[in-house]
């Protein structure tokens, strides 16, 4: 869904239709960090073109920036997805942020970084160049054996 047939107009690599993914747990402190890379459109472009999302954009204005619009869709839930089961990725992100105190998720697409700290804490901050498509990073602190 993340691949409009499109060309890309940014010139800035070759558009290659997959996600990559990376990840490490480090037992020392309980903490796992994943990274997922989609080289699609990017959030800010995709909710700027689904009309369900006009109602939330219009509060931003003409002047919002792409990390409000990455905070937008992380707090409304959904991504461009329109199919039944699909497009509560973000949603997830955020519920998983929250059920693991002192984790986080950082959003890196268009010109915005939102990074979600849990229960609400979403610092929004924008890039000095354009980041290609869509990458999540998660640093989750994990519970130990005697806290599950």
């Not at 402190?29 to 890379?37: A, I, K, M």
């Not at 509060?59 to 905070?71: C, H, P, S, V, Y």
Request: proline share 6%.
């Amino acid at each position: 869904h993340a691949y409009e047939e499109i060309p890309r107009r940014d010139g800035l690599y070759p558009h290659f239709p997959q996600s990559w993914a990376a990840g490490a747990f480090d037992p020392r402190d309980q903490r796992l960090e994943l990274s997922v890379y989609d080289q699609g459109l990017g959030i800010p472009h995709t909710i700027k073109s689904k009309t369900r999302f006009a109602p939330l954009l219009a509060t931003l204005g003409d002047t919002g920036t792409d990390a409000e619009r990455i905070a937008l869709a992380l707090e409304y839930g959904r991504s461009s997805a329109n199919e039944q089961g699909r497009g509560n990725g973000l949603w997830r992100m955020a519920k998983l942020v929250d059920s693991c105190p002192g984790s986080t998720v950082q959003i890196l697409s268009g010109n915005g970084r939102v990074t979600y700290a849990g229960a609400g804490d979403c610092k929004k901050d924008i890039l000095q160049s354009r980041f290609c498509g869509t990458l999540v990073h998660w640093d989750l602190a994990m519970p130990t054996p005697s806290q599950s």
